[in-house]
T-cell receptor, first 114, second 109 residues
Framework: DTAVSQTPKYLVTQMGNDKSIKCEQN?????MYWYKQDSKKFLKIMFS???????INETVPNRFSPKSPDKAHLNLHINSLELGDSAVYFC?????????????FGPGTRLTVL | GQSLEQPSEVTAVEGAIVQINCTYQ??????LSWYQQHDGGAPTFLSY????GLEETGRFSSFLSRSDSYGYLLLQELQMKDSASYFC??????????FGKGTTLSVSS
């Protein structure tokens, strides 16, 4: 029973296209995140949602738009894809502000923009 | 700005002990976490220190000194399967994690 799932696992697309990545968690957590991991393995927070409300929006181009239809889902839509968007995108969830804020990561979506 | 510094690579042999250091400069610091990531896999939580001192979880231990803005992850009785990237991360106010750039640990036989 997968705790945090993402689809698709791989995404290959042309520059200029629009694509979406979906994330679902079945842990009952209140907080969900999107992280971007670049080719040098640097992991950087993009967005954080708590109970469907956006609480963190790092310096991310507005081509990236997260949407949380309910607290178990956090999707990421990317418009006008650029070469530099190629990366692995991880969704994660956590119970929220808590003692250790352990975050549970999905398997990642490897996005390749050609 | 906010930053966490850790060595980029560490090598060791099976059965050895390895310490991965992490120094941080962050605001709104709540605690220091450690995550493990195997190639092609997702980061997985290893440990968390909110208070100064040592936390032990099996072969892995983590240490924090808030006054020195410093922590480390100690891996004992290394096994081949411990070859992975290890990230320290600062737990910020608002729950997001700020990650260091990761340390690649290579364990050889």
């Amino acid at each position: 029973d997968t705790a945090v799932s993402q689809t698709p696992k791989y995404l290959v697309t042309q520059m200029g296209n629009d694509k979406s990545i979906k994330c679902e968690q079945n842990l009952g957590h209140d907080t969900m995140y999107w992280y971007k991991q670049d080719s040098k393995k640097f992991l950087k927070i993009m967005f954080s949602y708590n109970n469907k409300e956006l609480i963190i929006n790092e310096t991310v181009p507005n081509r990236f738009s997260p949407k949380s239809p309910d607290k178990a889902h956090l999707n990421l839509h990317i418009n006008s894809l650029e070469l530099g968007d190629s990366a692995v995108y991880f969704c994660a969830s956590s119970p929220g502000t808590g003692s250790n804020n352990e975050q549970f990561f999905g398997p990642g979506t490897r996005l390749t923009v050609l | 700005g906010q930053s966490l510094e850790q060595p980029s690579e560490v090598t060791a042999v099976e059965g050895a002990i390895v310490q991965i250091n992490c120094t941080y400069q962050t605001s709104g610091f709540y605690g220091l976490s450690w995550y493990q990531q195997h190639d092609g896999g997702a980061p997985t939580f290893l440990s968390y220190n909110a208070l100064d001192g040592l936390e032990e979880t099996g072969r892995f231990s983590s240490f924090l000194s808030r006054s020195d803005s410093y922590g480390y992850l100690l891996l004992q009785e290394l096994q081949m399967k411990d070859s992975a990237s290890y990230f320290c991360a600062s737990n910020q106010a608002g729950t997001a994690l700020i990650f260091g750039k990761g340390t690649t640990l290579s364990v050889s036989s």
